[in-house]
């Protein structure tokens, strides 16, 4: 049995970049336009898939020119800091790359034709927006890009990337601790694909989907909301983590600080969260609260008899209020619409604010790269975006996938990868043998409901306060439903098989995080102010650090890496590329209007 | 009964756009008339991209009662 | 501080403004609502008027302060 007899479709390529959102795009665009050969999978289609789907209103996580990039970076530590508890959480010297590169890269991102709208201030230079959780401190810049992949997908297309949509990743493909392709599937034809390629970039977007979304999934109603339910099943992190990489801080759950009732009329990038000109906590008396919601405080309020409690925009003036409609017009076009049919002006709404659960995983969490994007412990497979440990939001995606994209030719020279790896039959065999299996199982069980029961560990076993004896029974159930179900899947079409391969992703990634949860008693209870319960001060520069090695989970907890020398001598003003000639043209471009 | 996405058939010309875009993939093509339907639609998470790309607005996209 | 509540409407239909000017375009054109947001936004955004910069810089360091206090309650209330 060979390559050819066993792969319904067999490619060759320089790069492969898996997935086509706002990280894979920029990756795949510029090892093209560098002259390489690139593959871009992407289970759905690129033009409107992951979490920029919809459009995206505002970029975080970028610099200000004139501040130190020293100070950002510590800044950006702190905030991490604050959401989960003491300690740092995320490598500092991924932090400096990627804002030292963030004016860079948009210039990139113009260069490859994304439609940018900036909004700019009177004098004429773009607005930055003070982050709405810490008062003054402006790290996002107010653009509007609502075809960004549209316009990513289009400009990958013309540079020469050949994009494969509605293909899934099954799994990696390794050769002596290096990666050499993957093995993947077609959910429309049903087809089993191998890729043969010298370096592989997982941009497959974070992990969410061991947990219920935002809002709670009623009746039949799969993916309420959760933001891009596509991108968040943890495809990348579970095939790099069978495959060998290391990922880290699986212990660490996130949500947003509330949920608003109203939500799913509502867009992520809604303004009055983004710039600090918050709606206003008020109880149904009127009284207000400082505008941090946290699970305490509405317990506090409960027992006090003030809820329910809602957020309201009504003091904001008319021009905000159209401030807004231009973000959700940019971000989720069809809040508009769905407010309308449920029937409320939200100028005079009060959004009903509702207690918060865990819903996904911290951004810190993710493949353990170091600050060239390369994985730690397999070589030739890098990590941009989300999926990234230490990145999160849309910028820091845009700015890896470019860097990465960027450095591809040097580093397949120095690597000296002039031939594809050698394929392990094995690994073939074993890819193509799950699909048959999923595929010959019609009365298997509906791999969503199996996703919901996984979740529903999560809810009951896990939760924020994880204690050790429900991590216990949640484990004996993830076992259970791992027996009797992993295998059973029905995947008797693409659609369905497709599913089961997500499922798949999000059992193994959910045994990860129990593992995780069970090793740091420190990081229980831990979000959003809960703060921690078991603090161990010695340990809170230390994270949770877990991978494969020899067919077994290891799990390490070590040390996060030090700011590198380097950067630590690095004049206090040490540039960020490009920003202020950057400005200079935005305001040069606003005074020829 | 209804769900999350109603196309006008009347308005509909079989462009495939929501096939080929919806990130779910909660659509398929009927082999015989060509036209898109809704077959997936527990897994349609209203993102309303089939409603906004439709070139003849023919997709309308409701709040069902679950969602109220 | 107390704030004028107006009742929870979810009785009548609103309209956005900006959504009736999509639906307008997109029916004049006969084009998706997408591109017809695409033309009509950038104009409806230039509309705004200029930023009311004293009031969003005075909302936003008054919420710095309740929120720099309301973290210092919390650390308090911890010992």
Request: charged fraction near 25%; aromatic fraction near 10%.
């Amino acid at each position: 049995m060979n390559l050819q007899s066993i792969a319904d479709r067999l490619y060759e390529t320089d790069v492969l970049v898996v997935g086509g959102g706002t990280a894979g795009c920029p990756a795949a665009w510029k090892a093209a336009k560098n002259g390489l050969d690139v593959i871009m999978i992407e289970k759905n289609h690129t033009a409107r898939s992951g979490h920029c789907a919809q459009g995206i209103d505002t970029n975080l996580n970028f610099p200000r020119p004139g501040v130190p990039l020293k100070l950002h970076v510590a800044d950006w530590q702190k905030r991490h800091h604050m959401f989960y508890g003491e300690g740092k959480f995320c490598d500092p010297n991924i932090g400096w790359v990627t804002f030292e590169k963030a004016y860079w890269a948009l210039k990139q991102m113009e260069d490859m034709g994304c439609e940018m709208r900036w909004e700019k201030g009177p004098d004429g230079k773009v607005l930055f927006i003070p982050n709405m959780f810490f008062g003054g401190d402006e790290n996002q810049i107010a653009v509007h890009w609502r075809n960004i992949k549209r316009d990513m997908y289009n400009a990958c297309l013309k540079a020469g990337v050949k994009v494969l949509n509605r293909i899934m990743l099954i799994d990696l493909l390794t050769e002596n601790g290096r990666v050499i392709g993957a093995t993947c599937y077609d959910t429309r034809e049903g087809s089993f694909i191998v890729i043969m390629a010298k370096v592989v970039i997982m941009a497959a977007g974070p992990l969410a989907r061991t947990y219920d979304s935002e809002t709670p999934m009623f009746y039949k109603y799969k993916y309420r909301y959760h933001g891009a339910p596509g991108a968040l099943s943890g495809d990348g992190l579970a095939a790099a983590y069978r495959a060998g990489a290391e990922l880290v801080n699986m212990d660490i759950g996130n949500c947003w600080f509330y949920r608003l009732r109203d939500d799913i009329l509502m867009p992520i990038g809604q303004v009055f969260h983004r710039d600090g000109v918050n709606g206003r906590w008020t109880d149904y008396e009127g009284n207000q609260y400082p505008p941090i919601a946290t699970a305490r405080l509405y317990a506090e309020l409960e027992e006090a008899g003030k809820t329910p409690v809602f957020l309201s925009q009504t003091h904001l003036n008319e021009d905000y209020q159209k401030r807004i409609e231009v973000a959700t017009a940019d971000e989720r076009m069809v809040s508009l619409k769905l407010s309308e049919d449920r029937g409320f002006n939200p100028a005079e709404h009060r959004y009903e604010i509702q207690p918060m659960h865990l819903h996904n995983f911290a951004t810190a969490c993710g493949i353990v790269v170091d600050e060239t994007f390369e994985s730690n412990t397999l070589k030739g497979l890098f990590a941009v975006g989300d999926i990234a440990a230490a990145l999160s939001s849309c910028g820091p995606a845009v700015t890896s996938g470019m860097i990465v994209g960027e450095a591809m030719p040097e580093y397949i020279k120095n690597a000296h990868l002039d031939k594809q790896g050698n394929v392990d039959m094995n690994q073939i065999t074993a890819a193509k043998a799950i699909v048959d299996r999923y595929a010959s199982t019609p009365d298997g069980c509906n791999p969503i409901e199996l996703e919901a029961s996984v979740r529903y560990i999560s809810t009951v076993y896990i939760s924020q306060y994880k204690q050790a004896n429900k991590l216990k029974v949640g484990q004996q159930r993830l076992n259970s439903l791992r027996r009797e179900f992993y295998d059973n899947m029905d995947g008797s079409n693409p659609h369905h098989l497709m599913r089961c391969l997500e499922t798949r992703n999000i059992m193994d990634m959910q045994q990860v995080h129990i593992d995780a949860c069970f090793s740091r008693p420190e990081t229980r209870g831990n979000y959003t102010w809960q703060g921690t319960w078991e603090r161990d001060p010695a340990r809170d520069d230390m994270l949770t650090y877990q991978r494969m090695e020899n067919g077994k989970p290891v799990l390490e907890i070590r040390h996060v890496p030090e700011l590198k020398e380097k950067y630590v001598n690095s004049p206090d003003d040490a540039e960020i590329e490009c920003a202020d000639l950057y400005w200079d043209e935005l305001k040069k471009e606003s005074e020829r209007k | 009964m209804m769900g999350p996405i109603k196309i006008d058939y009347k308005k509909c010309i079989g462009c495939k756009k929501c096939y080929d875009l919806c990130p779910q993939d909660i659509y398929v093509i009927d082999k015989e008339t060509g036209m898109p339907k809704v077959v997936y639609e527990d897994e349609c998470w209203l993102c309303g991209i089939c409603w906004m790309e439709c070139p003849k607005r023919a997709i309308d996209i409701r709040l069902t009662a679950c969602f109220w | 501080m107390k704030l004028e509540l107006k009742p929870g409407d979810y009785e009548s239909k609103f309209e956005f403004p900006i959504l009736k000017l999509i639906r307008q375009k997109a029916e004049e054109l006969d084009i998706s609502y997408c591109a017809a947001a695409d033309i009509v936004v950038p104009e409806y955004q230039k509309t705004v008027r200029y930023r009311d910069h004293e009031f969003e810089h005075e909302v936003m360091m008054s919420n710095d302060a309740e929120f720099k206090q309301a973290i210092q309650e919390y650390y308090e209330r911890k010992e």
